[in-house]
């Protein structure tokens, strides 16, 4: 089983839509979770973190589910300009607070 | 303030050419992270440093090496490249509190 799990997609809405991904993490122990977003052939950036009693930022909210391992983020009200890969990271408690990235789920936003 | 900068943008070395990704940051930040991402996949870690005379290896070390001389500098050698490190390296840096990388614009490479 993968450290870190996401659906790849693509995902394809409308714009306006609402959409959500979900990913998956196998250690129970991890310590800190956050969305990345990637534009095409651009670096990863930071697009928020995660946390248990879940967060909002405008259009975004993400959530954290340690029982059941997993953390999803909702677009609410998606523009054209969502379109990018969202990266689920997931810091674990061991070896020097390791980092991983999950592979990444594609969203295209159409008019 | 640039932030994490790398260089060269693009590359391409013929298979038993050797290199080496320049990796520079301003931030002060004492982690620093290479990550290979091949096309449609994630990021793997390759090495990655705590500090000035510190690395370690990461997921996928194999063929490449790296040093740490100063807090700002944090390059990646290639030996005797193969085709299989075909890849876009990015690399990134964090401050001491708190886990958010800041991430490089990444260096493009081609062994052919």
């Known amino acids: 089983r993968k450290e870190v799990e996401q659906d790849p997609g693509p995902f394809n809405v409308p714009e306006g839509a609402t959409v959500a991904f979900n990913c998956t993490y196998s250690n129970s122990a991890s310590q800190s979770f956050f969305w990345y977003r990637q534009d095409c052939r651009k670096e990863p950036k930071l697009l928020m973190s995660v946390y248990s009693s879940g967060n909002e930022d405008g259009r975004f909210t993400a959530q954290l589910n340690r029982a059941s391992q997993y953390i999803s983020l909702l677009i609410r009200d998606s523009k054209l300009s969502d379109s990018a890969t969202y990266l689920c990271v997931v810091i674990g408690n061991t070896g020097g607070f390791k980092t991983i990235f999950g592979a990444g789920t594609r969203l295209f936003v159409k008019a | 303030n640039a932030g994490v900068t790398q260089t060269p943008k693009f590359r391409i070395l013929k298979i038993g050419q050797s290199m080496t990704l320049q990796c520079a940051q301003d931030?002060?930040?004492?982690?620093m992270y290479w990550y290979r991402q091949d096309p449609g996949m994630g990021l793997k870690l390759i090495y990655y440093?705590?500090?000035?005379?510190?690395?370690d290896k990461g997921e996928v070390p194999n063929g490449y090496n790296v040093s740490r001389s100063t807090t700002e500098d944090f390059p990646l050698r290639l030996e005797l490249a193969a085709p299989s490190q075909t890849s876009v390296y990015f690399c990134?840096?964090?401050?001491?509190?708190?886990?958010?990388?800041?991430f490089g614009p990444g260096t493009r490479l081609t062994v052919t």
């Open positions: 990134a840096s964090r401050g001491d509190w708190g886990y958010e990388q800041y």
């Open positions: 931030m002060n930040h004492n982690y």
């Open positions: 440093s705590v500090g000035a005379g510190i690395t």
